[in-house]
C-alpha cells in the first residue's frame, strides 16, 4: 500500500532512507522555477468546479494541483499521486494553505484506483497527468536524470524501487541497450552506441552521467550529432522511460480510467515525447466511452515557450468520459 501524506505539510511524509541533496525540498527551492506547463489549457478544459474531486496523478511540484484548487473553491478536492519523495515533500509544504481540500498519496499514476479506494473515494471528477521531468528532478544533479553536469546513474522516480541506470547500462547485454535505446528513445545510431558502452564498461563499470553521455559523444560521428538537443539526449530518456517502467504504467492508467472516474469527466494528459503522445492519441480513440476534445494535440505558445523552454514539446490531450 503506498504512503497517503497529510494536508498538514512535510512532517508527515514517510522518512527518505536517502540523505537529502543541496537542492533537497527541505533547504531551498529548485534551481529553476517551476512553472506549470500549459497550465491555462489544462484548466480550461479540466472545468472544475466548488465540490468536486480532481486527481493530479503527476502532482510535481505542485503548480497544477494549486491553480485546481483555487479554481475548485471552497470545497473542492484535489488528491495528489506523486512517487518521487522529494517532489511530494516539496508540494505538501506548498499546498498546506488549502488544508484538507488537498491530499498526498506517495504512489505511482497507475495505482490511483486503489490509492483512491484507500481514501474511501469510489470516484473522481477529473483527472490531470504531466508526463514530464519536474526542474527539481532535472536539477537534481545527484539524481541522475541531467548530463548537464556530474551525478550518479540513477534515474529512479520513486527510490524505493531497485532498478537504476546503472545496472541497465553495465549489465544488460548490447543487443538489450540497443533496442531499449531504439524503441524507447527512437535513437538512430543505437547500435553504435551500445557498442561503445559495451567496450568502455569492460574498462570500467560506467557509473555517472557525465561519463556516459562523454561515451555516447564519441561513439556517434559529429555529422549525426542533432542540431537543437545534445546528443545523449534521447538515450537518456530512453533508460528513464525504461527504468521507471512509463510507458507500461501509462497503458495501465489508459486502461483502467472507467475504474475511477465519473460519467463527464475530464481527462487531462500533457506529454513530452511522440511514444506517450501516440500511445494516449490510440488509447482515446479506441475507447468507445470517451470523446476525444483535442482533434489535434494543444501545444505550448511561443510566449509560454520563451519563459519556460523546457514547455517546447509538450502536448496536451483532452478527453471525456460519457455515462
Known amino acids: 500500500m503506498g504512503d497517503v501524506v497529510s494536508h498538514v505539510g512535510t512532517k508527515n511524509i514517510p522518512e527518505n532512507p536517502h540523505p537529502p541533496s543541496s537542492t533537497s525540498p527541505d533547504t ?45 473553491g471552497p470545497s473542492g478536492r484535489v488528491i495528489g499521486f506523486e512517487w518521487d519523495a522529494d517532489a511530494l515533500a516539496f508540494a505538501s509544504q506548498r499546498l498546506t494553505p488549502f488544508a484538507e481540500r ?20 469510489d ?16 536539477d537534481t544533479l545527484e539524481r541522475g536524470f541531467s548530463f548537464k553536469g556530474t551525478g550518479p546513474l540513477d534515474m529512479r522516480m520513486d527510490r524505493r524501487r531497485e532498478l537504476t541506470a546503472a545496472e541497465i547500462i553495465n549489465t544488460y547485454s548490447r543487443e538489450e541497450l540497443a533496442d531499449i535505446f531504439y524503441y524507447l528513445g527512437e535513437e538512430r545510431q543505437s547500435r553504435r552506441i551500445a557498442e561503445a558502452i559495451a567496450k568502455e564498461r569492460k574498462k ?48 495501465a492508467i489508459l486502461d483502467s480510467l472507467t475504474d475511477f472516474l465519473c460519467p463527464g469527466s475530464k481527462i487531462c494528459i500533457i506529454s513530452f515525447h511522440s511514444l506517450e503522445d501516440r500511445l494516449i492519441k490510440r488509447k482515446f480513440r479506441e475507447n468507445p466511452l470517451l470523446q476525444v476534445l ?30
Do not use: W
Open 28 to 72: 531551498q527551492s529548485p534551481k529553476t522555477p517551476h512553472l506549470p506547463v500549459l497550465l491555462e489549457e489544462t484548466i480550461r478544459f479540466l472545468d472544475p468546479v466548488d465540490g468536486g474531486i480532481y486527481v493530479d496523478g503527476t502532482l510535481g511540484l505542485g503548480g497544477h494541483s494549486e491553480t485546481i484548487l483555487q479554481a475548485c
Open 102 to 121: 488537498f491530499t498526498a498519496v506517495h504512489r505511482n499514476y497507475s495505482e490511483i484506483k486503489a490509492g483512491l479506494a484507500d481514501l474511501g473515494i
Open 123 to 138: 470516484k473522481a471528477d477529473g483527472l490531470l497527468l504531466d508526463l514530464g521531468v519536474s526542474s527539481l528532478q532535472l
Open 204 to 251: 570500467e563499470r560506467i557509473t555517472s552521467t557525465a561519463r556516459l553521455a562523454g561515451i555516447i559523444a564519441m561513439a556517434v560521428p559529429r555529422k549525426f550529432h542533432p542540431k537543437k538537443i545534445h546528443v545523449a539526449t534521447k538515450v537518456f530518456q530512453a533508460l528513464r522511460i525504461a527504468v521507471n517502467q512509463e510507458l507500461e504504467n501509462l497503458l
Open 294 to 323: 483535442t482533434k489535434k494535440p494543444v501545444v505550448p505558445g511561443r510566449d509560454e515557450c520563451g519563459r519556460n523552454p523546457r514547455a517546447r514539446s509538450a502536448k496536451l490531450r483532452v478527453a471525456a468520459l460519457g455515462a
